[in-house]
């Protein structure tokens, strides 16, 4: 016999495993609710024979008392074995629905035409109640109704009491469709247990799934952060010490803060026989793009100066410019990428100060003054700016006590809670400000000014400012 939940094609959701879970779960309801429905059964079923006292014909009742507890007493038989050898739950349900159908199917024969109705309806009652309780399949059902049927044609052909008519009339239309209802209503029942423990068996698969999944990308997310960290340890290999720049410098303040691990801004320092070399940076992007780029433009950079003896820091720029073209093919694709730089380079003798710039400006504060030297707009590599040929070299006298400062556009274009950028207005009032101050208590500054105006926002940019106090 195929069960309902078959018919609906529940089955077709569950793998081997999923229905063999099924069957376990299954199992387990049953010994729970057949066990329940047993127990009631057992409870409840001598009390009804309150209805024969006041319903069943008196020189029979001691018969019909006898009966109920007859079919209570081999309930608490089977309660009992259950309990020592849990067996199939099945057996639970059988001696409730069994002995009680038969004792109502004899009573309905030998009692009395006008008492006939209420034992009709104690049957209805019993097989709706176990409707409701019992977790059999559909063969089990049907085995009960057939042997019900029977009881009642048997006693009914015995005692000949009542005729069909009587009988059908009097309940036994209700009894057959409460028959039919009990058998849907168990199996009915049955199938949303096993919908839902099909959903929920599906999800366990699907977050099973989802754990593995997330236990992958944990693991190449560790692998990814490791090597970030490791090209972090890479790239400040590359860039300048303190006791460098203090040597060739004297006072000095840098703030260098990449948005991410690594940073696509990267300041550099050479020294030759001559001159000594400064830049601040900043590579398109930032995070792994950014950092890559700013590989290439340290080279570069060394290798213009170091090895092409390149000195003006014009003629750096435009020669990084063309070598960084061709490494990246711009002439023949669609890499766009590049970099702004300010480099300053100060003769050992002379003490002038030759200063080259592709988009990054050079700020030089004198007292209570702040001149801007307006870099070239345009980029090392990326598209041409209409119009340029070669970047320019500007050749500026220091004066006693300047401050220089170079920054990358992270600073002036960071926004605020109210959506505002910093600016180059104020970074230039900062500077103002910063340049009264030693290096420890303007890098102390700086660092606070950008907190305080960064707020609960995000930082957007590589962050890099590099001064020099001139002496």
């Known amino acids: 016999m195929t069960d309902l939940g078959n018919l609906v094609g529940i089955d077709s959701f569950l793998d081997q495993e999923g229905q063999a879970k099924w069957e376990e779960e299954k199992t387990k309801q049953a010994i729970s609710y057949n066990r329940i429905g047993l127990w009631i059964a057992l409870v409840l079923y001598p009390v009804w024979s309150l209805l024969d006292y006041f319903l069943a014909p008196h020189d029979q009742y001691h018969l019909f008392l006898n009966l109920r507890l007859l079919c209570a007493g081999i309930m608490l038989v089977f309660a009992l074995l259950h309990l020592k050898w849990k067996f199939n739950p ?151 010490e303190t006791k460098e720049l203090q040597c060739a410098f004297g006072d000095h303040l840098l703030m260098y803060r990449p948005k991410n691990v690594v940073s696509g801004d990267f300041y550099w320092f050479a020294e030759t026989e001559r001159k000594k070399y400064f830049a601040v940076v900043d590579c398109t992007g930032h995070g792994v793009p950014g950092a890559f780029m700013s590989i ?102 220091l004066r006693e006590n300047s401050v220089l400062f170079m920054t990358s556009d992270g600073y002036p274009d960071q926004f605020s809670d109210e959506n505002k950028k910093y600016g180059k207005k104020k970074t230039k009032e900062l500077f103002l400000e910063i340049a009264k101050n030693n290096p420890q208590d303007g890098c102390q500054l700086i660092n606070s000014t950008f907190d305080e105006w960064r707020g609960n926002q995000d930082q957007i940019d590589d962050v890099l400012v590099a001064g020099f106090w001139i002496n």
């Not at 409730?96 to 159908?101: A, K, R």
């Not at 168990?186 to 599906?202: E, G, H, P, S, W």
């Not at 003896?309 to 002439?331: A, F, G, S, T, Y």
């Not at 023949?332 to 300010?342: A, K, L, Q, T």
Request: aromatic letters at 8%; one cysteine or more; charged letters at 20%.
């Open 90 to 240: 099945d057996w639970l349900a059988y001696p409730v629905v069994l002995t009680i159908g038969t004792d109502i199917a004899y009573k309905c024969n030998v009692v009395s035409h006008e008492i006939l109705t209420p034992y009709m309806i104690q049957y209805c009652t019993l097989f709706v109640c176990s409707g409701m309780l019992h977790i059999w399949r559909t063969r089990n059902s049907l085995l009960v109704v057939a042997i019900t049927l029977t009881s009642f044609i048997a006693f009914r052909e015995m005692y000949q009491k009542h005729t069909y008519p009587e009988v059908l009339s009097n309940g036994g239309l209700i009894i057959i469709t409460v028959l039919i209802v009990y058998v849907f209503l168990i199996q009915t029942r049955v199938m949303l247990m096993k919908k839902a423990f099909t959903a929920r068996y599906r999800l366990s698969i699907a977050l099973d799934e989802v754990k593995e999944k997330n236990t992958i990308i944990e693991k190449k997310n560790l692998q990814i952060v490791d090597s970030i960290n490791y090209g972090k340890r890479i790239q400040h290999a590359f860039l300048p």
């Open 296 to 397: 290439i433009g340290a080279s570069l950079l060394n290798q213009l100066v170091h090895e092409k003896k390149l000195i003006e820091p014009n003629d750096i720029l435009d020669h990084m410019r063309e070598h960084l073209r061709v490494l990246l093919k711009q002439d023949s694709n669609d890499v766009r990428d590049g970099m702004e730089i300010g480099l300053i380079s100060i003769d050992k003798t002379t003490k002038a100060l030759h200063y080259a710039g592709a988009r990054i400006m050079l700020f030089i504060v004198n007292g209570n003054e702040i001149q801007d030297i307006e870099p070239d707009k345009q980029p090392i590599g990326g598209l041409d700016y209409k119009g340029f040929t070669k970047y320019t070299n500007h050749v500026i006298t």
